[in-house]
């Protein structure tokens, strides 16, 4: 194709070189048609429709879609278009914010486990369990002998949730600085997104290094073959949508789900009606 979409795909990060969490990487290096990028998203987009029936229907796996991201990389934004493709009677999205004091008194998985996405359901958690090896890392909410062992727990639980059939993908939405500046003055210039504007997203921003430092060791410790991440270029918008939108028919595609037969004491008892 001479319009730049064939290589507008999403590989697993590459755990033997050191992961480009630079102003670089958050975009794409070839020009990609606009229209052309638009109208192939939204026929990813219906494609994700018509599979996600006979995923339901089928019901033998869950899929999960983990986004994780510094302020305003877009995690709001993949949930709005590419979940919005979806038929919502059989989506699951979680949002996680700081524990409350009850959540406190529990392990950090506790919270999470709960709202796992059941079999035939295609869940998103807008951030996640990678918080508690980001966030409380680089705030220092817990010391390090605590949050390091999380990795190991993580990939144990990851681990357990794909044996059970949750299909898990990760997507490190990653934005330049420059990108994220930008979008956060438009929080504060423009008045119909004053809202999600906090004074804790300008303390993230002065911690940038250290959270990517975090993210670094998150994608090494953490991108496994049962629950891989990806890092997403999110500058563009357009294109973050697409690369996410693509990995996701893919990975449902790869479920093979069929619509189940009638059973055969139905169908017997049924004839007749029609
Ligand atoms: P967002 O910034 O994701 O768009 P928001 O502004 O509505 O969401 P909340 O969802 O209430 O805010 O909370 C997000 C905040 O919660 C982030 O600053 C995140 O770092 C923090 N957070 C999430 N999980 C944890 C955790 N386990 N420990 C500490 N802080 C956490």
């Not at 004053?194 to 804790?200: T, V």
Request: include cysteine.
């Amino acid at each position: 194709m001479s319009n730049g979409l064939s290589s507008l795909q999403l590989t697993p990060v590459d755990l033997s070189q050191k992961i480009k969490l630079g102003s670089k990487s958050a975009s794409i290096e070839d020009s990609v048609d606009k229209t052309a990028l638009e109208a192939a998203t939204n026929t990813l987009l219906t494609r994700l429709s018509e599979l996600q029936e006979a995923f339901y229907a089928d019901g033998r796996h869950a899929l999960l879609l983990v986004l994780q991201g510094r302020d305003a990389s877009g995690k709001d934004g993949v949930i709005k278009t590419v979940y919005g493709a979806f038929n919502p009677i059989g989506v699951h999205v979680a949002a996680f914010g700081p524990p409350t004091p009850l959540e406190l008194r529990h392990d950090f998985l506790w919270r999470v486990h709960q709202v796992v996405p059941p079999r035939g359901m295609v869940g998103v958690f807008n951030r996640s369990h990678y918080e508690d090896v980001l966030a409380v890392r680089v705030r220092e909410l817990a010391p390090e002998s605590v949050w390091r062992a999380r990795f190991e727990h993580i990939n144990t639980f990851e681990r357990m949730l794909a044996d059970s059939g949750v299909i898990i993908r990760k997507c490190m939405l990653h934005v330049s600085s420059e990108e994220q500046h930008e979008r956060l003055t438009a929080r504060l210039d423009d008045p119909t997104k004053n809202w999600k504007f906090r004074l804790e997203d300008l303390k993230d921003r002065d911690r940038w290094d250290a959270y990517t430092d975090a993210y670094r060791e998150m994608l090494e410790r953490c991108s496994t073959p049962w629950a891989p991440w990806y890092v997403v270029p999110s500058d563009n918008k357009a294109v973050r949508n697409h690369l996410i939108a693509r990995m996701l028919v893919e990975t449902l595609e790869s479920t093979n789900s069929v619509f189940p037969p009638m059973d055969d004491a139905v169908r017997t008892a049924a004839e007749g009606f029609a």
